[in-house]
């Protein structure tokens, strides 16, 4: 006798704990290694171009945060494998540019900024592609699948403002 979820269309949905418990851990998180990063840039900055240390950072941040987030922010109760960390990339890649762009647009707009104003349009574009990424990680990465085939909740036209506002 087949199951009766047999034909039933696979469907991901939100992952983890509600919307904003995740965010909350999300941004504790998230936030806490985006701040020691901005100290890290800073300091590899001098001894490299601005672009590459930013690269270098968000490359082991982004390591160091998927796992966090797999195990505490959306508790999936094990770390990230393999697929979650290169879907996890993709996201880290639109921030590394968002973060990348701010800061190229700063120094032609003052060529010499002070460290401080740096760190503040750093830190300003790091938490605007973080929003970002928790929407990505939640709603796609780190989503729960049930089903044989699944595709992702904004493929499929059933995520919304109020989908997520009723997750929480």
Do not use: D
Not at 5 to 25: E, N
Not at 61 to 80: D, I, K, N, P, V
Not at 112 to 141: D, H, I, K, N, W
């Amino acid at each position: 006798m087949k199951s009766p979820l047999a034909h039933k269309p696979a469907v991901a949905t939100l992952a983890g704990p509600g919307l904003i418990a995740s965010f909350l851990r999300f941004a504790a998180l998230g936030g806490g290694v985006g701040v020691l990063s901005s100290v890290a840039v800073s300091l590899l900055a001098v001894t490299m171009p601005w672009a590459v240390a930013n690269a270098v950072v968000t490359a082991a941040s982004t390591l160091l945060c998927t796992e966090l987030h797999a195990r505490f922010t959306f508790a999936r109760g094990r770390g990230a494998g393999w697929r979650e960390h290169w879907q996890s990339a993709g996201s880290a890649t639109a921030a590394y540019l968002a973060t990348s762009v701010a800061v190229w647009v700063l120094h032609l707009l003052q060529p010499s900024p002070g460290l401080v104003t740096e760190q503040l349009v750093y830190l300003g574009a790091s938490g605007l592609a973080g929003t970002g990424r928790f929407l990505v990680l939640r709603c796609y990465v780190f989503a729960v699948h049930r089903g044989r085939a699944v595709r992702p909740l904004a493929r499929q036209g059933t995520v919304s403002v109020s989908a997520l506002a009723t997750a929480a």
